[in-house]
């Protein structure tokens, strides 16, 4: 499409050296277009700052094309070669459906492996360093039972005899503190008050290991707990 006078005549008006400037190595290559050539070189004939520059241009040119072409080397044409391969298969594989969305979704894969694998090492060391940290601590995370000395209160059962032993000790009325365990076996007792023969001691321990207790209770769960027993004697007479 020609440009008719008017539009020729329009442009030389707008054209300044700035515009020039910009067409003047498309001027010297002999691409530009003829509708722009005209107005262009009209500039250049009036304007020595722009025709010094597009001499400057020439110049320029024409040591580029003196220059001797580089031959690549072997291997570098090669790599070239493999590279324009793989260009050219990915570009005939996005022609159908079928390889795109193959191509989308080895996009997607390699996208969320590099997002994952950098935090997949830290994520796994915070896991196991929790892991162990509460295997540490579990053990002290159960609850620890009242005293006997505690006042009983909704949340806490204390300890109780279910069926007494047939054995009778010494005499004397005997105070005894036993450590009644979450299954209800006593694992230990004291006399806390006066001091107990061996004998007396031996009494006591078949009182204790023939008796069947409940263990005490802490919010709802089963819990070791100590236990105040007094052992009286009561006189009969007929």
């Not at 080397?73 to 790599?79: A, C, D, Y």
């Not at 006042?151 to 204390?158: C, E, I, M, S, Y």
Request: charged fraction near 25%.
């Amino acid at each position: 499409m020609k440009a008719g006078p008017m539009q020729g005549k329009a442009m030389m008006q707008t054209l300044n050296c700035r515009s020039v400037r910009g067409r003047l190595w498309e001027y010297v290559a002999g691409t530009l277009r003829e509708t722009e050539r005209g107005p262009v070189a009209v500039h250049l004939h009036d304007c020595e700052d722009c025709d010094r520059l597009r001499a400057e241009y020439r110049s320029v040119r024409l040591g580029l094309k003196s220059l001797p072409a580089k031959k690549p080397s072997p291997l570098l044409e090669t790599q070239l070669r493999v590279v324009a391969s793989r260009e050219r298969a990915r570009r005939l594989q996005r022609m159908d459906f079928a390889g795109w969305m193959k191509e989308l979704r080895i996009e997607l894969r390699l996208a969320f492996d590099n997002v994952l694998r950098p935090l997949a090492v830290p994520a796994a060391g915070g896991v196991l360093a929790s892991c162990l940290c509460f295997g540490m601590i579990v053990d002290t995370l159960h609850l620890h039972a009242a005293e006997a000395k505690d006042v009983p209160t909704a949340l806490f059962a204390q300890a109780t005899i279910e069926t007494l032993s047939p054995f009778t000790v010494g005499e004397k009325d005997t105070m005894v503190m036993l450590r009644v365990d979450e299954n209800g076996r006593v694992t230990d007792f004291s006399v806390p008050r006066g001091r107990a023969t061996a004998d007396e001691l031996s009494q006591i321990g078949n009182l204790v290991l023939y008796s069947t207790f409940l263990p005490a209770r802490a919010f709802g769960q089963r819990v070791s707990s100590n236990m105040l027993v007094e052992i009286q004697h009561m006189d009969v007479k007929d």
